[in-house]
């Protein structure tokens, strides 16, 4: 059992050493690939994704008393009612409010897509983002929405104000795509696509080359090698050249 195991032990680690030599010979094939995929990948994200603007105002909502007088109950309740006020953001009647007063030919679901509101980590602070082709139309947009969501927030939650914290600036870089993330990605997958194809045909090759592979694979000593010389290697590259003429 013991010899059977180190038998198993020492094929793995020679199947391994094998696998190794392979691919370190196809080195620079691995690498030519990589560097055509990740080529490639530039170029497509350059010239034919159309890049993306972001632009991003945030409001502060604070409930209050009749005194104006701001007390702990205050801030607890507008920290759990933050959902509320995102989900009042991207609601139907401010989004169409925002369309129809800028006089945009878009649906409430497409602008909705454009439409993202974040809450900062224990803060009472809306971020609202809107996402465009178009940097300045990004800031436009959030801006607008800032201001329809505002009165409509007051409105239907009995808010005495929502302050601005901060006002849209217009983008001056593409939030996406990421030309070097996706130029990275793409050179990291054509080399392992082509690692895998190595390994594949390499695999699935069962025929014996040399000496070391009738012993180690049919277990039969060889008792001579007979050589082609190169006479022999030329005639038979004649032969086949002739045949497929």
């Not at 991207?90 to 909705?112: A, H, N, P, T």
Request: hydrophobic fraction near 45%; charge should be negative.
């Amino acid at each position: 059992m013991e010899e059977n195991t180190m038998q198993q032990t020492d094929e793995i680690e020679i199947d391994l050493w094998e696998i190794c030599l392979v691919l370190v010979h196809n080195l620079a094939l691995i690498v030519s690939v990589g560097i055509m995929t990740a080529l490639g990948t530039f170029l497509i994200t350059q010239l034919f994704i159309t890049p993306k603007y972001e632009s991003t105002t945030k409001i502060y909502i604070l409930n209050k008393q009749e005194n104006n007088a701001v007390t702990y109950s205050d801030i607890q309740l507008g920290t759990q009612l933050t959902k509320d006020y995102a989900e009042l953001i991207q609601s139907r009647f401010v989004l169409e409010e925002v369309v129809q007063g800028m006089g945009l030919d878009l649906s409430y679901e497409e602008m909705k897509k454009k439409v993202s509101v974040t809450t900062p980590t224990d803060t009472r602070i809306l971020a609202i983002t809107v996402e465009d082709t178009d940097p300045v139309m990004a800031m436009q947009l959030a801006n607008s929405i800032r201001e329809a969501a505002a009165v409509h927030i007051m409105n239907v939650m009995d808010i005495q104000a929502v302050n601005v914290s901060e006002t849209a600036n217009m983008p001056m870089k593409k939030a996406s795509p990421s030309v070097m993330k996706n130029t990275f990605i793409g050179g990291v997958l054509g080399i392992f696509l082509m690692i895998a194809v190595i390994l594949v045909r390499f695999l699935m090759d069962d025929t014996i080359k040399t000496p070391e592979d009738v012993e180690k694979y049919l277990q039969l000593s060889t008792l001579a090698v007979i050589p082609l010389n190169e006479g022999e290697e030329d005639g038979k590259k004649k032969k086949k050249k002739v045949k497929r003429n």
